[in-house]
């Protein structure tokens, strides 16, 4: 058997339990900074794909640029881990239904 060269894995909601401190992150950084007026259920309801898919979804393809996209997601990324750090641990009730 050969020896893997990468491994693939899917972290949030698999291995750590972080999805609402995305939803928050992306709530605060919506609605505070760029004003989109939406509530918790909305931001939940985007919380899929890449974070410059996010941003087109909520506002249009014409609103940011790329360079503006690529801040933006790099500002929630910055406020999810400060907000995350404190009470990052692995999932352990490893239930299947």
Same mark, same amino acid.
């Given at each position: ?32 900074d ?18 410059? !898919?996010l941003?087109? &979804?909520?506002?249009? #393809? ?7 996209m690529?801040? /933006?997601? =790099? !500002?929630?990324?910055? &406020?999810?881990?400060? #907000? ?9 009730? /490893?239930? =299947?239904?």
């Amino acid at each position: 058997m050969k020896t893997p060269r990468a491994l693939i894995f899917d972290l949030n909601g698999t291995m750590v339990n972080d999805m609402e401190f995305h939803i928050r992150a992306w709530k605060g950084l919506l609605n505070n900074d760029l004003n989109a007026g939406l509530n918790h259920e909305e931001v939940k309801s985007q919380m899929y794909g890449k974070n410059s !898919e996010l941003l087109i &979804r909520v506002f249009g #393809e014409q609103k940011f640029s790329e360079e503006e996209m690529d801040f /933006w997601s =790099i !500002e929630k990324e910055k &406020r999810y881990q400060k #907000e995350y750090l404190p009470h990052m641990k692995l999932i352990t009730d /490893w239930r =299947i239904s």
